[in-house]
């Protein structure tokens, strides 16, 4: 009895054995393969020029014209008169307002822009080929390097929701106080023209 399990343990390690073996063979024939492939291996391009050089690169150019000319400073215009962030002066209700409302408006612009750059830059580095040729993994290396781009844009939401937040908080806190002071100051009953009667 204890013959046969010592033999069937002795053919089991066998198997064990040369499975392993095969096992290391198959891989080591793949990787072969690979390295003969990745060698010989030149990625075809869709168009229909064919000539592909060693040497790539990446450069990225971002021009944004704002308008102004070379020589102004910032927070100034072209004009030169000095312009900066509305109602930022916070005297009135309506500074406040318009204050909010820019920056909303400012921050809604900047993350449609900044969301449309991260998908763009992601379509970008998708199709550059690691330094074997291969496309394998580039589009999770993409979104790896593209999210803090998404984060950024997601960040100018947070801004313009919060800059909407801002002017209905303050309309909620302060209503009933401008409404005092809009009716401490009596209008002026307009005066009779003086004449010499």
């Known amino acids: 009895m204890e013959d046969r399990r010592a033999a069937s343990e002795a053919a089991k390690q066998q198997r064990k054995a040369a499975a392993r073996t095969d096992r290391e063979a198959a891989r080591t024939e793949r990787d ?10 030149v990625q075809r391009s869709r168009s229909t020029h064919r000539e592909r050089t ?7 150019n971002i021009n944004k014209n704002s308008g102004r000319s ?3 400073a910032v927070g100034q215009s ?7 962030t509305p109602g930022a002066e916070f005297m009135t ?8 409302e820019h920056l909303r408006k400012q921050g809604r612009n900047r993350a449609v822009e900044r969301g449309m750059d991260y998908e763009h830059l992601v379509q970008v580095l998708r ?8 496309l394998a993994g580039a589009r999770m290396r993409a979104r790896r390097v593209a999210k803090h781009l998404k984060a950024i844009a997601s960040a100018e939401k947070v801004v313009a929701k919060q800059a909407a937040a801002l002017y209905a908080s303050f309309e909620r806190e302060f209503e009933s106080d401008l409404r005092k002071i809009g009716k401490a100051r009596a ?3 307009p005066r009779a ?3 010499f009667n």
Not at 32 to 41: I, S, V
Not at 127 to 134: E, K
């Open 32 to 41: 072969r393969l690979r390295r003969e492939r990745a060698a010989t291996h």
């Open 54 to 60: 060693k040497n790539r690169s990446l450069t990225i």
């Open 70 to 72: 070379a020589g102004a």
């Open 78 to 84: 072209a004009a030169g008169e000095a312009k900066g």
């Open 93 to 100: 209700n309506e500074d406040i307002r318009a204050f909010s």
């Open 127 to 134: 199709h550059i080929p690691a330094s074997d040729g291969s």
């Open 187 to 189: 209008a002026q009953q």
């Open 193 to 195: 023209p003086f004449t």
